[in-house]
């Protein structure tokens, strides 16, 4: 799990990343409270390489890599592109944001669904809607951090203080948020994952699971991830 650069604001004794080499994801189980299919938030802060990853770089994804799934995918680039545009696939098909994130430096990016009204955020900004977005559940597959599946569409680079809501956040509220660590105990988090477990550079083997800050406790295995030198970042 690294120190970071990517904001001043964020006290970097307690903020660390974790780093996704491109081959390893992590599986948050089945838990019905990743079924969200309106009025949501996702959001994160994604650091790719330089040279970034060609094609889909999923973020999080609770369906199988196909658009006649149910479900959805919340990722950067869109299919078979490096165009680094935040992107969306939901149940029958896939938008994506007018503008793209930067490789090589840290971007905030955060997905917003209100009603069938979805809007995506760079760094705080809107970065295109798109309307008439219909949802349908998928209760068959795990919600996956950094793949589709376990293993299609990885992602590789840095992610770090990664949440659900199942509430719409506003433009201000999200410019909040990118700055401030949660709890745990805020209203209508699903999930929050701070990445700040075990120490920037060293041996983490011990280290299992990533935990979940909310009561709900849906946390991890990272038993995929190599654990030391620079998983933690």
Not at 80 to 96: D, H, I, M, R, W
Not at 106 to 117: D, E, F
Not at 206 to 218: G, K, P, R, V
Request: glycine share 8%; aromatic share 12%; net charge negative.
């Amino acid at each position: 799990f690294p120190s970071h650069d990517k904001i001043s604001r964020i006290y970097s004794n307690t903020d660390n990343s974790l780093h996704f080499d491109g081959s390893n994801s992590i599986n948050l189980g089945l838990s019905n409270n990743f079924n969200i299919t309106s009025n949501f938030t996702i959001e994160t802060w994604v650091k790719l390489p330089t040279t970034p990853k060609y094609s889909i770089n999923t973020i999080v994804s609770k369906t199988p890599p196909n658009l006649n799934n149910d479900g959805f995918m919340f990722g950067i680039n869109d299919w078979n592109t490096s165009n680094l545009k935040p992107t969306f696939e939901y149940t029958g098909s896939a938008v994506s944001a007018n503008q793209s994130i930067t490789a090589g430096v840290w971007n905030h990016i955060a997905v917003v669904l209100n009603g069938g009204t979805l809007t995506f955020y760079i760094n705080g900004q809107p970065a295109g809607s798109n309307t008439g977005i219909t949802i349908n559940a998928n209760t068959f597959e795990s919600m996956y951090i950094g793949s589709m599946s376990g293993s299609f569409y990885t992602f590789q680079g840095q992610m770090d203080n990664l949440r659900f809501w199942n509430s719409v956040k506003t433009q201000s509220e999200i410019q909040n948020l990118m700055y401030t660590e949660t709890v745990g105990s805020e209203s209508n988090l699903i999930a929050s994952y701070n990445f700040n477990q075990g120490i920037i550079g060293g041996n983490n083997t011990s280290i299992s699971n990533i935990i979940d800050q909310t009561a709900n406790s849906l946390n991890g295995c990272i038993s995929s991830f190599l654990r030391s030198g620079s998983t933690l970042s």
